[in-house]
């Protein structure tokens, strides 16, 4: 039988999408490294599209600063699994489409998480409730 969770952890889940999607979002134009924690945690990627924000891509990362700027923004194709989706799913034409995309459209938020497990499931958890439009396609 697989134990009941406690309420404690379902509040700690909610507390987390709470602090994430209430958080002021980061703009990726003109988005410097020093903006971005150098800590692990969990980030939203959302996109505007004139008065509406539209999550696209939830992840984790030990390092958000290196996550968020130097792969999903700067990275090549195989280090950006968002602009692979951009790509894939004709958003983009091509690698350099896909970066200017994300430069000039794509919002950060993240919420720190020093803890592996917790942040495997608040992952989990922001990406059943927000459903962004990428990132839930394959499976390892």
């Given at each position: 039988?697989?134990?009941?969770?406690?309420?404690?952890?379902?509040?700690?889940?909610?507390?987390?999408?709470q602090e994430l999607t209430s958080?002021?979002?980061?703009?990726?134009?003109?988005?410097?490294?020093?903006?971005?924690?150098?800590?692990?945690?969990?980030?939203?990627?959302?996109?505007?599209?004139?008065?509406?924000?539209?999550?696209?891509?939830?992840?984790?990362?030990?390092?958000l600063r290196q996550r968020l700027?130097?792969?999903?923004?700067?990275?090549?194709?195989?280090?950006?699994?968002?602009?692979?989706?951009?790509?894939?799913?004709?958003?983009?034409?091509?690698?350099?489409?896909?970066?200017?995309?994300?430069?000039?459209?794509?919002?950060?938020?993240?919420?720190?998480?020093?803890?592996?497990?917790?942040r495997g499931a608040v992952e989990?958890?922001?990406?059943?409730?927000?459903?962004?439009?990428?990132?839930?396609?394959?499976?390892?």
């Amino acid at each position: 039988m697989i134990r009941e969770q406690s309420r404690d952890w379902f509040d700690y889940l909610s507390k987390a999408l709470q602090e994430l999607t209430s958080s002021t979002p980061i703009p990726f134009k003109g988005l410097m490294p020093s903006k971005i924690p150098a800590k692990p945690g969990v980030y939203l990627i959302s996109v505007t599209m004139g008065k509406t924000e539209l999550p696209y891509y939830v992840g984790r990362s030990k390092n958000l600063r290196q996550r968020l700027y130097n792969n999903h923004l700067m990275g090549p194709i195989n280090n950006a699994i968002l602009k692979r989706y951009l790509i894939a799913f004709k958003e983009c034409t091509d690698l350099k489409h896909a970066k200017n995309f994300i430069k000039e459209n794509c919002l950060a938020r993240w919420f720190l998480e020093d803890d592996t497990r917790k942040r495997g499931a608040v992952e989990g958890y922001v990406v059943g409730v927000v459903f962004p439009k990428y990132g839930i396609y394959e499976e390892h």
